[in-house]
């Protein structure tokens, strides 16, 4: 009676346990994750001159041929956005790459042989890239609006939800490749430049699909990124209760849950 009586009593603190566990070791990844960008914030910096390029070179083109006819705040409601999912897909789908050089250099091996559980590195790994991708595209917000731009405040942070959402997913992708090919660089670039290139396009980011041939707006439909970026486009324009908002935030999630689960299991077989 007295041995049944322990029993009962110790197995919920060793659950909690359990589950404290496993967030600890995330949170143990991801502040391992984040500390080279807080010592060297000069790359969070550089990574916005890419879409602030975009925005300066190619926006006044927009003005003068998509754009004919609108005032310049709506081709900016238009573009903004697309600028932004482009950051998240150029930014997170290149993260596999500082894996491999930790499997080069050996870091990684030493992190697997630590008590940190495997499915928390690449949970804690994913999540690193939420605080840099949020970082940066609200400087780009900030940045745009004394050109014209003005987006529905509650649009923009549901959007940057959006994005860190979407940047989680990509991110898991990239270190499960990086997994895959492990010290084969070329490889992880020629996967990731065949899949990059094709998913922007079909996605209207940078020009409407509405004008393109008929297969082009059929394949867009399985783009995830199509839905996204369309989300983004009508939160920044205030329209929160569009059906797009609902079926990007669906594409979103559904995109950050399989990558994490093909990231785990990419970590977990590399250690078999």
């Known amino acids: 009676m007295t041995t049944t009586t322990l029993d009962t009593g110790t197995a919920a603190p060793l659950t909690r346990e359990r589950r404290r566990s496993w967030w600890s070791d995330v949170w143990l990844v991801l502040a391992r994750e984040l500390r080279p960008v807080v010592r060297e914030p000069f790359s969070l910096v550089f990574g916005l001159v890419q879409p602030l390029v975009f925005l300066a070179l190619f926006g006044p083109l927009l003005v003068g041929s998509v754009g004919a006819g609108l005032p310049a705040p709506d081709v900016w409601l238009w573009f903004v956005p ?18 491999q050089d930790e499997m080069i250099a050996g870091s990684h091996e030493r992190m697997l ?36 731009l003005r987006p529905d405040p509650v649009g923009v942070v549901l959007g940057l939800v959006l994005l860190a959402v979407l940047g989680v997913g990509l991110g898991a992708f990239s270190y499960a490749l990086a997994l895959a090919v492990r010290s084969q660089q070329w490889v992880f670039w020629a996967v ?20 393109g041939p008929r297969w082009m707006q059929v394949a867009s439909n399985v783009n995830p990124l199509r839905w996204v970026v369309d989300a983004e486009r009508a939160l920044f324009a205030g ?28 970590i977990l077989a590399s250690t078999d």
């Open 82 to 99: 697309s600028v932004l999912v482009m950051t998240t897909l150029f930014g997170t789908s290149t993260t596999g790459s500082n894996l």
């Open 113 to 148: 042989v630590t008590p940190l559980s495997r499915s928390s590195q690449i949970v804690g790994r994913a999540l690193k890239e939420v605080v840099p991708l949020v970082a940066q595209a609200l400087l780009v917000v900030l940045v745009m609006l004394p050109f014209g």
């Open 192 to 211: 990731q430049q065949t899949f990059l290139f094709p998913l922007m396009i079909l996605s209207g980011l940078l020009l409407p699909l509405e004008t």
């Open 239 to 266: 329209d929160l209760a569009a059906s797009a908002v609902a079926w990007g935030f669906l594409a979103a999630g559904l995109t950050a849950v399989a990558g994490l689960v093909v990231g785990v299991r990419a």
